[in-house]
């Protein structure tokens, strides 16, 4: 594997970490190593998982009280006039009746007018509000274990 990763890198591009579950995680420096190196991945046939990287990953968030009548592909036309480029416009709905609620959420390219647009207050001539995901708040679970006698 060493030998692999150094025909396809430089020694001084990457490290490894052996880990528990027999994977081997690999980190590199440089996104272009990180391009060379899934490249020859997929070349090569060779599994692996990767994590899409900061700089490429979709800016998130919800747009709220906009009727779900209105086409996703409408909202997308209205943000793009706004000076924001949208990957994904989706109508959310409940997770029980799995009826349309007036929520949407909107993935938006990367770039450096982003945040702007959590000061919009009408899209579509709708008062909206815009709001930022909310982190899931993961509670601690302790286990006991459990002793069995046989």
Do not use: W
Request: net charge positive; hydrophobic share 35%; with cysteine.
């Amino acid at each position: 594997m060493l030998s692999y990763l150094t025909a396809t890198l430089e020694k001084e591009q990457y490290y490894c970490k052996a880990l528990s579950d027999e994977t081997i995680k690999i980190n590199v420096y440089t996104s272009d190593s990180y391009r060379r190196l899934i490249k020859q991945f997929q070349a090569d046939n060779v599994v692996h998982q990767t994590y899409q990287p900061r700089g490429e990953r979709a800016y998130r968030l919800f747009l709220r009280h906009i009727h779900h009548s209105i086409h996703p592909y409408v909202i997308k036309g209205e943000l793009e006039g706004l000076g924001h480029t949208a990957r994904n416009v989706l109508n959310i709905c409940h997770r029980l009746t799995k009826g349309p609620l007036p929520l949407y959420f909107a993935d938006l390219e990367p770039r450096d007018n982003n945040k702007s647009i959590l000061d919009l207050h009408f899209l579509c001539n709708m008062k909206i509000a815009v709001e930022a995901p909310r982190k899931k708040n993961y509670r601690t679970v302790h286990s006991v274990p459990i002793l069995r006698a046989y």
